[in-house]
């Protein structure tokens, strides 16, 4: 390799005033933790790449120990270099590709990474993912298999259904998605028509898409990579209809991969982004699958057809909210990344002058391209902790869910709901900002931040869509606000809807209190929540009915909603700064980045701050 490092870069380097690798061990989860990360791809590249000479690999290595920030943009310029030297038939890059080879090119890395993640038994998720990102960066078409299939086996499935299905997945033996979405509905499941009927003759599921709407539409791998679905339909037994249940359904041939009688399944289509990932349709044409082909953690249905309902009828939505969870983290380093590349563009790229005669400047002297990128650094660090904050909250709630105690299971719907959507749209706006900070070369595919944008923008829609995600988590925080009003004890996560009080010490010459800007923040948020009861509660006074004087009062519902994310936020934010036990320097930058979160918010929200005074 032997590349010198760009003497701008390495200027703007060496001012920093903290030492990166405090920052990278905290956030990939400790020393080891992040030694592991950093080990996987170069021992691929190292297996992979037949001319990079192992002084090569020890300076990427080296590399990556030494510039967090610039880890991910190194990662870019390392697939680039595999790119060059892969082994076999030759490792190109997918951007001037069709998207057939597009398709197939991704395949062949993602069986090439399956492979070796059995081969090396690489159990944690989080390396799995490391070392499949650096080989698939785009949409992986196992993408569903590794997610949403496996987590409805684990968290639908009977102990029997996942000792007989998991290992099947876990070695390929099977390609999975997860099948939902109907070409006539994807947000209100109450709507979906896909049936499975129950035979109680022959003791089977017929499952069928009687309409053209009911086709199965959206699902990622079902176009050609699946052989199986977890597939969602409406349970009909004894003539009932008893809800959307999920349903194990051969696809496909597991040698030929043809698909099996009663099915018809294809592709459809080209999308906005995510062209690597083959969304497909699916129709149903009276297919029977054996009663034991329902995932019956929850619900069940006999061998005379009898049905049991679930405890909660809201389980069956659980594969849904975890993988919200896994948008919610991954909105943050997409948008990491995507500033990482901008910012070490904006070292390097010198344009105009500050000074008449004084000479190109690097752009990063302008104070408009720190204002665009300073405000990402800082919201990609706000995302990743808040998602970890989150995530905290979820295993607690998770763990007495498995043991039967269902009371967090409102809020963290709520949570998830509002958080997916809070991220994703923060993600989208703030890649498109580190695109744009890069000028014409920004627009390049060769910068990685055009397929950054396409590919995970679709998370503003997929795992439900923005909107009545927020939706989702108003109808949790205004049952919340409603309580308030009567003096009801609230869950934890919403106390402050009774107790946020404006007592803003700070005073606008003197550095702003931290305490202060979480205050005003839950303030905000309290006081847009309960404007939002009001305007319900005014709604239902004309003489509204309650689905009306929803729908009155839906735009303020989704502003609490995202009011409330953004409390969440900040406060994560600056409590886990203060709590993480850096040295002094690196604190007070941390801290120093908080406030120009908080603040920025504060500007671009200034009418709801503005309001509370
Ligand atoms: C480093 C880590 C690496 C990890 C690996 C990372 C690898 C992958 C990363 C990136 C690759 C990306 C790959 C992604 C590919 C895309 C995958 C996309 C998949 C999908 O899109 S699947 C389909 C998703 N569809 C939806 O989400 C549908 C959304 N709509 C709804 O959910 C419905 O609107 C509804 C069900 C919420 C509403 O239903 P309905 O109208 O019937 O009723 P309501 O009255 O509104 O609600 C009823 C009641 O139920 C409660 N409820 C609803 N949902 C839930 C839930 N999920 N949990 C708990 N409770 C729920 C709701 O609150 C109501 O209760 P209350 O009356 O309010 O008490
Ligand atoms: C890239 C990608 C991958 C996907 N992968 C999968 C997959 O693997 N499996 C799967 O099952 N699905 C998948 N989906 C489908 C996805 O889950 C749906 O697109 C999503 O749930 C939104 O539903 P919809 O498309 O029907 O949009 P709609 O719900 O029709 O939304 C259209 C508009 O209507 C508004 N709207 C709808 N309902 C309400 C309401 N109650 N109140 C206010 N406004 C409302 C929305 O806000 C939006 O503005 C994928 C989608 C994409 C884009």
Redesign the pocket.
Known sequence: MGKSVNPDLAKARSQATFDPANLTNYLYGGPEKLRRKRYLPAFVFKELCTEMSLTDLCLIFLGLLTHVSDYLGLTLSIENMAAKEYKEEGFKSTDDMSREEAYEESMRRAVYTNKRVLQLNLQD??EQ?YFREIFVPGANPF??H???FKDAINTQGTEDQIQKWLPLAETYAVTGT?A??ELGH?????GLETTAEYDVQREEFILNTPTITSSKFWP?ALGKTANVAILNAKLITKGRNCGMQSFWVPLRHLETHQPLPGITVGDIGPKFGYHTSDNGFLQLNRVRIPRENMLMRYSKVLQDGTFVPPEND?LV?VP??Q?RF?VI??SGWTLAKAVTVATRYSAVRRQSEITPGGGEVQILDFQTQQHKLFTQIASAYAMIIAAKAAKDLYDSAFSKMEKGNLED??ML?ALTSSMKAFNTWEMATGVEQCRMACGGHGYLLASGIPQMYTDMVSACT???ENT?MCL?AA??LNKCQEAANKGERLPQLTRFLQTSRLNISSSLDQDVDLNDIIAAYEFRAATVISEANARLNAGLAMGKSQSEAWNYASQLLVKAALAFSHWFTVRALIENMRGAGFDNSTETLLLQLAKLYALDGMLRYSGDFRKVG
């Open positions: 998720q989080e993912y993408a569903l590794y997610v949403m997860y939902q979405t994807g947000t209100f499941l109450r990622g809201r939505y849904m909210t993988f896994v983290g991954r299971l409102p719907h997929y795992e439900g009545v989702q109808r949790f």
